[in-house]
Nanobody, 123 residues
Framework: QVQLVESGGGLVQAGGSLRLSCVAS????????MAWYRQAPGKQRELVAG???????NYADSVKGRFTISSRNAENTVYLQMNSLKPEDTAVYLC?????????????????WGQGTQVTVSS
C-alpha cells in the first residue's frame, strides 16, 4: 500500500506565503511524477503544478511566477512554495503521484492521491 500525506495548509492573508509538503510512503519502487491539484467549492479539480522524476516542471497559467514545485526524490517528498497568495487560491490542495509499486513479481505504475490540505487566503 502507498500513502500520500500532505501538510502545510492554513489561513493566510492575501500577499502571504505558504509551503505545502507531500510525503509518499509504503511499498514504492520508484516515483515517475508528482503533482499538486486544487479544488475549490463548486469548481472542478485543476492541476496546479507537476514535476517529473527528472525535474521537469509545469504550472497552471494562474500560478506561474508565484508558485514553485520542487522535490526530494530520495525522501519521496514534493513541495509547493506558494507566494503572493490571492483569495482565488483558496481551495483544498491535493497531492498526486504516479508511483511504481512491486506487484506479483513485477512492477506497475498507479496513480495515488492524498487526502488534501486546506488553504484559505483572506482578502
Amino acid at each position: 500500500q502507498v500513502q500520500l500525506v500532505e501538510s502545510g495548509g492554513g489561513l493566510v492573508q492575501a500577499g502571504g506565503s505558504l509551503r505545502l509538503s507531500c510525503v509518499a510512503s509504503g511499498s514504492i519502487s520508484s516515483i515517475n511524477a508528482m503533482a499538486w491539484y486544487r479544488q475549490a467549492p463548486g469548481k472542478q479539480r485543476e492541476l496546479v503544478a507537476g514535476i517529473t522524476s527528472g525535474g521537469k516542471t509545469n504550472y497552471a497559467d494562474s500560478v506561474k511566477g508565484r508558485f514553485t514545485i520542487s522535490s526530494r526524490n530520495a525522501e519521496n517528498t514534493v513541495y509547493l512554495q506558494m507566494n503572493s497568495l490571492k483569495p482565488e487560491d483558496t481551495a483544498v490542495y491535493l497531492c498526486n503521484g504516479y508511483i511504481v509499486v512491486p506487484d506479483l513479481g513485477s512492477s506497475y505504475e498507479y496513480s495515488y492521491w492524498g487526502q488534501g490540505t486546506q488553504v484559505t487566503v483572506s482578502s
